[in-house]
C-alpha cells in the first residue's frame, strides 16, 4: 500500500496522527509549536526529522469541546406542564397519596419538590384533585372519570345558561317591539318630547327654589319642635338622675358632704361656663 501525506488524511486520521507522533516525539524533540521560526532556521542539533510525512508546525485546528453552561441549562416547566405532570401521577396509578409521596414522585416527572405542595394546591382550587383528611393525614387523589364527570357538569351548566340568555334575549326583543307600537317618529312625537323636555326643566327649576326655603318648611319646623320636647325630657330626666346620685352619696359617705358640695358647685359652675 501507497503511503500517504499528512496533507492527504482526512482531519479524523489527522488527529489521530497528530496524538499518537506527537507523544513520541516530545520524548527525544522539543515541540514544534515550542520552537520559534528562528531557532528552526539556524538549527540547534535538535531538529526534527524530515520525511514527506512530517507534522506541519502548526497543528490542524480542533473543534472546541469545552464544556459550557448553557449547552446543559434544560428549559424548566411551566406551570401549565407541571399541572399535567402532576395529574399524569394520579391517573396512571389511580391511587391515594400523601403530600410527602407527591413531593418523592414529583422530581421524576420534572417538578421539583419545593413546587409540588403549591402545584398541587392549584389543582385542588380547580377540583381537579380532590383532597380528604382521614386521622391526622391529609390524602389527595383524582381519578380520570372526576374528571370527565366535572367536564360534563361544566358543560350542562353551560348548555343551562346558554338556553337561558336564549330565552331572555327573545323576551327583550319582543319587549322592544311592544315599545316601539305608537313612538314611530311624527311630528307630533317631537312636539310632545320638546314639551316634556321643557316640563322636566321646569320641575328642577322649582326643586332648586324650594331647596332654598328648605328651613322654613313647615314639615322642617315641625321635626325642630319634636326634637325640642324630647330634649327637655331627657334634659328632666337626667337632672333627676344627678340629684338621685347626689343623694345617694351623701347618705352612703356622710364625712365627706362638705367635700361634696364643694366637688358639685365645681362642676355645676363648669359647665354654666360652658354653656354660656
Given at each position: 500500500?501507497?503511503?500517504?501525506?499528512?496533507?492527504?488524511?482526512?482531519?479524523?486520521?489527522?488527529?489521530?496522527?497528530?496524538?499518537?507522533?506527537?507523544?513520541?516525539?516530545?520524548?527525544?524533540?522539543?515541540?514544534p509549536l515550542r520552537l520559534s521560526p528562528s531557532r528552526l532556521s539556524a538549527g540547534d542539533g535538535r531538529q526534527p526529522p524530515v520525511s514527506g510525512d512530517r507534522l506541519p508546525l502548526n497543528p490542524p485546528s480542533l473543534p472546541d469541546r469545552r464544556y459550557s453552561p448553557a449547552m446543559s441549562k434544560k428549559r424548566g416547566l411551566s406551570l401549565e406542564e407541571k399541572r399535567e405532570q402532576m395529574l399524569q401521577i394520579f391517573y396512571d396509578s389511580q391511587d391515594f397519596y400523601l403530600l410527602k409521596e407527591l413531593e418523592k414522585m414529583g422530581p421524576k416527572k420534572g417538578v421539583i419538590s419545593q413546587s409540588v405542595k403549591d402545584v398541587v394546591q392549584t389543582l385542588v382550587d380547580d377540583d381537579l384533585v380532590l383532597r380528604d383528611k382521614i386521622g391526622t393525614s391529609v390524602y389527595f387523589w383524582s381519578l380520570p372519570s372526576c374528571a370527565g364527570n366535572q367536564l360534563r357538569t361544566t358543560y350542562n351548566k353551560l348548555e343551562s345558561d346558554l338556553s337561558?340568555?336564549?330565552?331572555?334575549?327573545?323576551?327583550?326583543?319582543?319587549?322592544?317591539?311592544n315599545l316601539k307600537t305608537g313612538r314611530e317618529d311624527s311630528d307630533e312625537r317631537e312636539d310632545a318630547l320638546e314639551e316634556l323636555k321643557a316640563i322636566e326643566l321646569r320641575h328642577e327649576k322649582l326643586k332648586e327654589e324650594l331647596a332654598a326655603y328648605a328651613d322654613s318648611d313647615p314639615s322642617a319646623l315641625e321635626a325642630m319642635k319634636d326634637a325640642t320636647e324630647v330634649a327637655h325630657l331627657a334634659a328632666n330626666r337626667w337632672t333627676e338622675n344627678i340629684f338621685t346620685l347626689q343623694q345617694w352619696c351623701s347618705t352612703t359617705f356622710p364625712q365627706a358632704k362638705e367635700q361634696l358640695e364643694n366637688m358639685y358647685r365645681e362642676v355645676g359652675s363648669a359647665l354654666s361656663s360652658y354653656c354660656n
Open positions: 500500500m501507497e503511503a500517504r501525506g499528512f496533507e492527504s488524511l482526512d482531519p479524523m486520521e489527522r488527529e489521530g496522527v497528530w496524538r499518537i507522533r506527537g507523544a513520541n516525539r516530545r520524548k527525544t524533540f522539543p515541540s337561558n340568555s336564549k330565552k331572555r334575549y327573545l323576551e327583550l326583543v319582543e319587549q322592544r317591539d
